[in-house]
């Protein structure tokens, strides 16, 4: 590449990742040697593991020339540890980068062409793909990203989008990249619904603060792929999880879903009143999924991520749900805390 590049660093958060960690990692160092990114290294922030973590990570830096460096700390959470992660890498740009990710090889290439090419676009999220051969719960979030981003899902670009569209564009913390220092001003004007950063959202609020200071650009060649979970367990955490995340996220007036949030917690009551009065109603539900599969496919979904979404949207609708109740009660809580003047 001509021309000199930032220094970046990856920060990867885990916690008990065991088994996943190495090859996450691993993807990134390979990456960083073929973009011959002398400036890059990797800062591994183990958040409270009690498995063999810290030791998969310290047999791959002794065993690659990229610099792998790990820092500890007790369980607190992603929010903090992204926070830690940032405030210790000493680099220009920084990406984060989750244990069941992985970075395609030439994906920072890529990216390097681009910084050199155009150094004004200094913000970046990754083009996520989700291998979804023989897993249904791949395939059910597959179909949920494309209605939610089929801006940019029907035909993967170069784009890039601001704070008047940032709702319609995918955007994550995984591979996101950014300037250390404005990452550092955003968490420090980073607020959440929740008293407790354990719950609260670590991406989408962080990244729609940077999108109101510079445009985020994306691109299919800067990309890599996400191991979707294919146990029940894991996808019944998950799913909860993110409804409290979500609601962090979007609760807020002029997102694009705050009034959709306002309406499911209110319809919520009025249609469990409906079923315990008239329980016959509980019939519609196969018409609505017959309708449901219908609009997908016009949508051009494929038939085999259909049948994937329409085996889990039931549970989905339970467990996200039950999500977002819980982050309506911690927000509710918070709030009443705030007002007594307990910590």
């Not at 996400?226 to 909860?240: I, K």
Request: overall charge positive.
């Amino acid at each position: 590449m001509s021309g000199p590049l930032p220094s970046l660093t990856f920060v990867v958060i885990v916690h008990n990742g065991s088994g996943m960690i190495r090859p996450a990692v691993a993807s990134v160092c390979t990456a960083i040697e073929r973009a011959q990114w002398s400036g890059a290294s990797v800062l591994v922030v183990d958040d409270g593991s009690t498995d063999d973590t810290v030791v998969e990570v310290e047999a791959l830096a002794s065993e690659t020339p990229v610099g792998i460096r790990v820092v500890s700390q007790a369980n607190a959470g992603r929010l903090a540890a992204s926070r830690a992660g940032v405030e210790q890498a000493e680099s220009e740009l920084v990406s984060f980068i989750g244990v069941r990710m992985r970075m395609h090889p030439d994906a920072l290439v890529n990216l390097a062409a681009e910084l050199t090419q155009h150094p004004e676009r200094r913000v970046w999220n990754c083009h996520i793909e989700v291998p979804r051969e023989r897993n249904p719960q791949a395939q059910f979030w597959h179909v949920m990203t494309f209605i939610g981003w089929r801006r940019y899902l029907r035909e993967p670009r170069l784009v890039s989008f601001g704070l008047d569209d940032f709702d319609y564009y995918p955007k994550g913390t995984g591979g996101f990249v950014c300037p250390r220092d404005l990452l550092l001003e955003g968490y420090e004007a980073l607020t959440s619904l929740y008293d407790d950063p354990r719950y609260a959202s670590d991406d989408t609020a962080l990244i729609r603060y940077i999108a109101g200071r510079e445009r985020i650009w994306m691109t299919p060649r800067y990309a890599a792929d996400y191991l979707a979970r294919a146990d029940m367990v894991g996808f019944v955490r998950h799913t909860f999880d993110r409804g409290t995340l979500f609601l962090d996220s979007y609760l807020h007036p002029g997102t694009r879903l705050f009034w959709p949030l306002v309406a499911f917690f209110v319809a919520c009551p009025l249609a469990l009143l409906l079923v315990l009065r008239k329980p016959r109603t509980l019939l519609a539900i196969p018409a609505v999924s017959v309708g449901a599969a219908g609009g997908l496919a016009a949508l051009g979904v494929k038939p085999r991520d259909i049948r994937g979404f329409s085996a889990l949207a039931p549970a989905f609708g339970v467990l996200f749900g039950a999500g977002l109740w819980r982050g309506l009660f911690l927000s509710a809580r918070s709030t009443l805390r705030r007002r007594a003047g307990k910590p």
